[in-house]
């Protein structure tokens, strides 16, 4: 299995809203609702910020919005933050399957 | 609070064996199944392996299969990964993970630990 497809980099002003796609196939992304992302800092841990496509964890600002049509899935950050500069990973798994990693995106806040 | 703390990461050479292990507090340790997942430096996130609550079943990624082994003692609220015949491919930070269901597996990733660094090299 490949991993998924997600840009290398996207940037964004103060305010303004991004999207980070995340590109995968009819049996991983395009074929289940199992799809998550993960925001990581410099010399942190990741963080789970989307679960089952749409649904956020408790704690996680709702500036964080992610949907999925067909095969792609995506991550739409609102109201942009200097905070959210970070990398963004997406995730993939067909039910009770092991999970695949899109390659990371960079998020640079100008 | 949920933690976890891996240890055991260093230098090792090429075909030798490295133990990591995790210690959990914060939550029922033996209700969640756990993972560990890795990153090399400067790169992305990579599925490793997975082990169910009771320690009864047992996942690993092709890349790993064979040589690594994950086991879990809940009565120590431990993980652990054991690593044989490293490659040098397998430098990486790894990371041990928290599944977000209780008594299942959804492969979502909701805690994890600050990582430990295995290089391979000699």
């Known amino acids: 299995q490949s991993a998924l497809t997600q840009p290398a980099s996207v940037s964004g002003s103060p305010g303004q809203s991004i999207t980070i796609s995340c590109s995968g196939i009819?049996?991983?992304?395009?074929?289940?609702?199992?799809v998550s992302w993960y925001r990581q800092h410099p010399g942190k841990a990741p963080k789970l910020i989307i679960y089952?496509?749409?649904n956020r964890p408790f704690g996680v600002s709702n500036r964080f919005t992610g949907s999925k049509s067909g095969n792609t899935a995506s991550l739409t950050i609102s109201g942009l933050q200097a905070e959210d500069e970070a990398d963004y990973y997406c995730?993939?798994?067909?039910?009770?399957?092991?999970?695949?990693f899109g390659g990371g995106t960079k998020l640079t806040v100008l | 609070e949920v933690q976890l703390v891996e240890s055991g990461g260093g230098l090792v050479q090429p075909g030798r064996s490295l133990r990591l292990s995790c210690a959990a507090s914060?939550?029922?340790?033996?209700?969640?199944?756990m993972h560990w997942v890795r990153q090399a430096p400067g790169k992305g996130l990579e599925w490793v392996s997975t082990?169910?609550?009771?320690?009864?079943?047992?996942d690993y990624a092709d890349s790993v299969k064979g040589r690594f082994t994950i086991s879990r003692d809940n009565a120590k609220n431990s993980l652990y990964l054991q690593m044989n015949s490293l490659r040098a491919e397998d430098t990486a930070f790894y990371y041990c993970?928290?599944?977000?269901?209780?008594?299942?597996?959804?492969?979502?990733?909701?805690?994890w630990g600050q990582g430990t660094l295995v290089t391979v090299s000699s």
């Open positions: 993970a928290k599944d977000r269901v209780g008594g299942g597996v959804d492969y979502y990733f909701d805690s």
């Open positions: 914060g939550f029922t340790f033996n209700d969640y199944t």
């Open positions: 082990v169910s609550w009771n320690g009864g079943n047992t």
């Open positions: 009819s049996s991983d992304v395009g074929g289940y609702s199992y």
């Open positions: 089952d496509v749409t």
């Open positions: 995730s993939s798994s067909a039910s009770s399957s092991t999970p695949l």
